[in-house]
Each structure stands twice: as structure tokens, then as C-alpha cells.
């Protein structure tokens, strides 16, 4: 025992009454005990042995639980009257010239949210335009390149004119490739060799990449070392290394991103990926399905091609 603290033990000694007496003291009570720290034993405040003498000389004279409290009120302080205070103090501290700040602060967002939701307004309109514009321009490309022209000048003008949208510094055409094939049919793709098209986000690209075994179970292949084989290497492998000069594009299909490969003199590759989470939780792409020349691929190929991928990263 120390002249600022007290335990349990210490409370019984002072009192005569068991430890187990002072708990059920605090237990009834609990709101005019103040525990000094956290460790162990527990020890109260200054002023807890005169607490615990009181409550038991009440308890002696027969008073009950509810009528001690009313009592103890009067006579000790409480952790209730500490919070009360401390609320009235804070409520006191908001004068009118804080109430003053916090309104015009209000009204302050309040016209900014309206302002931005007249730009967005004014954004859309414009997006439709030239979403419009782009539709006749892909029209007027499959019927008669050669009148594209004003269309293109439309668009240019559209993005100069859009405030909030930056002009890219060009505007290309397609690329289209035509593919003949065994039966003498042919095929033709557009690759668009823009730096400005869409491309997935890099959280996906960073996603390690996995095939279906043989077996069905999620393949993956190491990268650098330590580290696994991405989506970014494997595409980066297979645009730069396998097919020298080649041009890709991505493009969304519901739920899938699928990439399309093209050298001059090579066959048009078509891979497709998704978003997928294994068995043990991991999110991984998932390579589901190869296309060359439009022509489906077999889960062997799939993995040959997959294998004979991933031993380009040794060149870089």
C-alpha cells in the first residue's frame, strides 16, 4: 500500500472486510472507484479506502444498493459528474462566432457541389457528341474510307472545344489486317496502333497469370526471381519477343479483357484473361482461351504456348 494508491487487499485490511466484500463494493459501485493504470493488481485512486469505509458502514446500516448510490453522490465524486462537466465545457466552447464559420463553411460546399454538377452536365454533353461522331465515323470507314475526312475535322473540333477534356495530339485510323485462310476465306481485324487506346488497369496487369492444368487446377508460372509470372511480362513477352514489330490493341468483352497481337508477317493471336480468385483466395488473370487466325486453340496448345511464353523472360 502506498499513500496515493490502493489495492483490493489493501481495502480489506482498512475496512475488515474480505476481498471478495471490496470487489462486490466496486461491482455495485463501479462509477465512483477510479482505477490508477492497468496493471496488476488493480489499485485505486486517493480517497478509495474512505470510499469503501462508507459503503460499508451504510451497507451496515442496512440501507439498500439504490439508496447507498443516492448517498455516495453527495459525498464522493463519480466518473458521471466527470463526463457531465466535460461535456457542459466542450457545449460552452461553441460560441456564435464558431456556428458563424461552420454555416458560411456549409454554404461553401454546397454551391461547390452544385457547380460540379453542372460541369458533369455539360461533360456528358459533350461525351455524347463525340461518342455520336465516332459511331458515324466507323460507319463511313466500312462504306467509303475515303470520306472520313470531315468527320475527323468534327471530332477535332468537339475536343478543342471540350474544356474539361485534354485534345489527344493525333487521331489514326485503323490498322486492318486481313487474314486468308486454309479454305481460301479470309477474315479481316482492325488493330488500332494508338498509344491513346484503352488498356486494362494497372492493378490487373500486375496480377500473376494462371492456366487450367491438366488436371483443372490453377497454373502459374515463377517470373523474376522471386517473384511470379504477371500478366504484364506475359504480354510484354509476346507483343515484343515471340512476334517482332507487332502491334496489339486491347479490347472489353463483358467481363473479360481480350488482346490482340498482330505482326506483319505473323498470324493474329487473340488472348482472353479475366479476374478470378483460387481456391486458397488468391486473385490471379486468368488466361482462358487463345484464338489464332480466329481459330479456337486446345487447352495443349494453350499450355505450349503459355510454357514457350514465359522462357522469353530469360531474354530480357
Not at 458521471?80 to 466542450?90: A, D, G, V, Y
Not at 467509303?144 to 475535322?153: C, D, R
Not at 496489339?248 to 506483319?264: D, T
Not at 482461351?289 to 481459330?295: G, K, Q, V, W
Request: glycine letters at 6%; zero cysteines; a neutral charge.
Amino acid at each position: 500500500m502506498t499513500a496515493e494508491t490502493f489495492t483490493h487487499r489493501d481495502l480489506s485490511n482498512i475496512t475488515g472486510v474480505s476481498v471478495t466484500t471490496i470487489k462486490s463494493y466496486r461491482k455495485k459501485f463501479p462509477e465512483f472507484f477510479f482505477i490508477v493504470g492497468h496493471g496488476k493488481p488493480l489499485r485505486f485512486r486517493k480517497g478509495a479506502d474512505k470510499l469503501s469505509l462508507r459503503i460499508r458502514d451504510l451497507f451496515n446500516k442496512n440501507l439498500s444498493v439504490r439508496q447507498i448510490r443516492d448517498k455516495l453522490f453527495t459525498e464522493f465524486e463519480s466518473v458521471k459528474e466527470n463526463r457531465q462537466l466535460s461535456e457542459k465545457k466542450q457545449d460552452s466552447q461553441v460560441n456564435g462566432e464558431e456556428f458563424a464559420k461552420l454555416a458560411k463553411t456549409t454554404t461553401q460546399m454546397m454551391n461547390g457541389l452544385a457547380a460540379l454538377v453542372t460541369a458533369q452536365a455539360k461533360s456528358e454533353q459533350r461525351l455524347a457528341r463525340m461518342e455520336k461522331s465516332l459511331k458515324e465515323l466507323l460507319q463511313s470507314q466500312s462504306e467509303a474510307p475515303s470520306g472520313t475526312t470531315e468527320l475527323l475535322q468534327e471530332i477535332k473540333d468537339i475536343l478543342a472545344s471540350s474544356g474539361g477534356l485534354q485534345q489527344p495530339e493525333r487521331i489514326t485510323a485503323k490498322k486492318v489486317v486481313t487474314i486468308k485462310k486454309d479454305d481460301g476465306e479470309s477474315d479481316s481485324y482492325s488493330l488500332d496502333a494508338d498509344s491513346s487506346a484503352i488498356e486494362p488497369e494497372s492493378d490487373f496487369m500486375e496480377l500473376p497469370v494462371v492456366i487450367h492444368s491438366d488436371t483443372g487446377e490453377f497454373l502459374g508460372m515463377p517470373g523474376r526471381p522471386g517473384q511470379p509470372f504477371t500478366l504484364q511480362e506475359l504480354v510484354h513477352l509476346v507483343s515484343s519477343r515471340k512476334e517482332d514489330n507487332a502491334s496489339k490493341i486491347w479490347h472489353k468483352q463483358g467481363r473479360e479483357w481480350v488482346l490482340a497481337v498482330k505482326s506483319p508477317e505473323g498470324p493474329l493471336y487473340e488472348l482472353y484473361f479475366s479476374r478470378t480468385h483460387t481456391p486458397k483466395g488468391n486473385i490471379v488473370s486468368f488466361f482462358k482461351r487463345l484464338d489464332i487466325n480466329s481459330e479456337s486453340q486446345s487447352h495443349v496448345d494453350i499450355l505450349s504456348f503459355f510454357k514457350e511464353v514465359r522462357d522469353l523472360i530469360d531474354s530480357i
